[in-house]
């Protein structure tokens, strides 16, 4: 069995961890940046970036891999497709096991493995997942100017979503599943007062189709078998996020009721030594800019605790 030891290992290689590796790999710790698919996280899924600061807008994939190549310039080491199979958090030398043949020990731990918007599960979604289909308003709103799109979900984020993407879209459908909304009466109400939007409630997304981008959707209604079809440029869809956290859950690390990390304003959990940064943690707003500044953080503290 191969075995390491480094001042610092970073599990995930998106926005947060890649940030963290830069910080701490500048600040002359010996740096592992482990990833179970492919370095960029969920910036590799954003087919443009138009909103990162002092960035011209570009590909998600091409950020991520900017990201990455400077992170391996200050010296990090990243291993991609990785499957952690034991982890020892709770002790002053961390000890990860990797792909059942590796073991690395370091003192310090980063937590930055991401999360995921739920998702429909139904044909064409993985396909065109990008390509029409976006879970991020924020992210993608403005490539929709004077498109027609539809919303799915019927909890706040998807009410409110919904509303904010009429400053783009000529016409929102909000496709929900019951006949009534989960979200606030406010945001209720200001989604029902906007002209640009539309119901279809008892309803479910069969089917995405289109060939390079989305095209149209096929849907049921629920309550009377019926379905239909309709022309689309794009769909947002807000049914939900999963913090990619499963991997914690016999490690002492505290997660909420959401299976989101808990952390302090450092970024530490209720471990010492082991720091959670981005999307996996408990926060409100998630784009590629917070989790960079989570990353920061979570170096800088990690830095702190390296030289103490």
Same mark, same amino acid.
Not at 127 to 142: F, N
């Given at each position: 069995m191969k075995k390491k030891t480094y001042d610092a290992i970073i599990i995930g290689a998106g926005a947060a961890g890649l940030t963290a590796g830069i910080y701490l790999s500048r600040g002359k710790a010996s740096v592992l940046i482990l990833d179970t698919a492919i370095p960029g996280g969920q910036m590799i899924l954003t087919h443009q970036v138009a909103n990162y600061p002092?960035?011209?807008?570009?590909?998600?994939?091409?950020l991520s891999q900017t990201m990455k190549e400077q992170a391996v310039s200050f010296g990090c080491e990243v291993e991609s497709n990785v499957s952690i199979? %034991?982890?020892?958090?709770?002790?002053?030398? @961390?000890?990860?096991?990797? %792909?059942? *043949?590796?073991?690395? =020990?370091? @003192?310090?731990?980063? #937590?930055?493995?991401?999360?995921?918007?739920?998702? /429909?599960?139904? $044909?064409?979604? %993985?396909?065109?997942?990008?390509?029409? #289909?976006?879970?991020?308003?924020? !992210? *993608?709103?403005?490539?929709?100017?004077? @498109?027609?799109? $539809?919303?799915?979900?019927?909890?706040?984020?998807? /009410?409110?979503?919904?509303?904010s993407l009429t400053r783009y879209a !000529?016409?929102? =459908?909000?496709?929900?599943?019951?006949?009534?909304?989960? $979200?606030?009466?406010?945001?209720?109400?200001?989604?029902?007062? %906007? *002209?640009? #939007?539309?119901? #279809?409630? *008892?309803?479910?997304? =069969?089917?995405f189709k289109g060939k390079d981008s989305l095209e149209s959707i096929e849907y049921k209604n629920l309550k009377t078998g019926e379905t239909q079809s309709m022309a689309l440029d794009g769909c947002f869809v807000f049914i939900g996020y999963q913090p990619n956290t499963e991997f914690l859950k016999r490690t002492g690390v505290e997660l909420n009721s959401r299976d989101e990390i808990m952390t302090d304003e450092d970024l530490q959990t209720n471990i010492p030594g082991v720091l959670a940064a981005g999307d996996c943690r408990m926060k409100k707003v998630r784009q590629i800019t917070t989790a960079v500044a989570d990353g920061t953080i979570s170096g800088m503290k990690a830095l702190e605790i390296i030289h103490r």
């Open positions: 002092g960035v011209p807008s570009t590909s998600g994939y091409a199979s %034991n982890m020892i958090l709770d002790a002053d030398h @961390k000890q990860i096991e990797v %792909n059942n *043949d590796s073991v690395y =020990t370091s @003192k310090v731990v980063i #937590i930055a493995s991401g999360g995921r918007s739920r998702m /429909l599960q139904v $044909a064409g979604e %993985n396909e065109l997942k990008g390509r029409g #289909i976006s879970y991020c308003a924020t !992210c *993608d709103g403005d490539f929709f100017q004077d @498109k027609e799109i $539809a919303v799915v979900g019927g909890g706040n984020s998807a /009410l409110e979503e919904a509303v !000529c016409k929102v =459908t909000i496709i929900h599943e019951f006949d009534h909304f989960q $979200a606030f009466d406010h945001a209720v109400e200001a989604a029902k007062a %906007n *002209d640009k #939007i539309n119901f #279809i409630m *008892d309803t479910h997304i =069969t089917s």
